[in-house]
T-cell receptor, first 112, second 114 residues
Framework: GENVEQHPSTLSVQEGDSAVIKCTYSDSASNYFPWYKQELGKRPQLIIDIRSNVGEKKDQRIAVTLNKTAKHFSLHITETQPEDSAVYFC???????????FGSGTQLTVLP | NAGVTQTPKFQVLKTGQSMTLQCAQDMNHEYMSWYRQDPGMGLRLIHY???????DQGEVPNGYNVSRSTTEDFPLRLLSAAPSQTSVYFC?????????????FGPGTRLTVL
């Protein structure tokens, strides 16, 4: 089955700096890659996603890049703010399936 | 719309007890699923359903049963609780059609098995 690895497990940045979180996947048939943000004690919420026919997608301060050849994708957050502090999860699924395989998560801390 | 709802929010069980975690959605989503979240391990898929009467196993199905008698409800049953089932459980749902892959999560149930 699919295996998704996520790095780093913890990341601290100064407010205003950029943060990058990286994930690799094992199944070349995977074609949908969402990123979820989870605040302490809350449910995961989708922040951005990308499909395998697209190399990059942006939404304000958040961007995701995908390298299908290398089977990795990354989350980029620019101009970080304290409210960006949370755990971020990458995930992958394939075909029309909705079953997601998640990475182990990254605890992002934005220092004021 | 209430979205995805889960009950209870917290539950403490003794080893060997059984219980049902409830999940409901009011978005007419065909797809529903259950994940468990353990520290440092992300979310792992337990069971999922693509419609009423259809269920299938995910990555970690042992010790759990599900059924889907209606589009709205997808309960998760623990037949004989074990300490290894201490976790936070999330239900999620989504459409199956078109490119609408987004899954919506419920607020979670924190389960402790003593």
């Amino acid at each position: 089955g699919e295996n998704v690895e996520q790095h780093p497990s913890t990341l601290s940045v100064q407010e205003g700096d950029s943060a990058v979180i990286k994930c690799t996947y094992s199944d070349s048939a995977s074609n949908y890659f969402p990123w979820y943000k989870q605040e302490l004690g809350k449910r995961p919420q989708l922040i951005i996603d990308i499909r395998s026919n697209v190399g990059e997608k942006k939404d304000q301060r958040i961007a995701v890049t995908l390298n299908k050849t290398a089977k990795h994708f990354s989350l980029h957050i620019t101009e970080t703010q304290p409210e960006d502090s949370a755990v971020y999860f990458c995930a992958a699924s394939k075909g029309s399936a909705r079953q997601l395989t998640f990475g182990s998560g990254t605890q992002l801390t934005v220092l004021p | 719309n209430a979205g995805v709802t889960q009950t209870p929010k917290f539950q403490v069980l003794k080893t060997g007890q059984s219980m049902t975690l409830q999940c409901a959605q009011d978005m007419n989503h065909e797809y529903m699923s259950w994940y468990r979240q353990d520290p440092g391990m992300g979310l792992r898929l337990i069971h999922y359903s693509v419609g009423a009467g259809i269920t299938d196993q995910g990555e970690v199905p042992n010790g759990y049963n599900v059924s889907r008698s209606t589009t709205e409800d997808f309960p998760l049953r623990l037949l004989s609780a074990a300490p290894s089932q201490t976790s936070v459980y999330f239900c999620a749902s989504s459409y199956l059609g078109g490119g609408q892959n987004e899954q919506f999560f419920g607020p979670g149930t924190r389960l402790t098995v003593l």
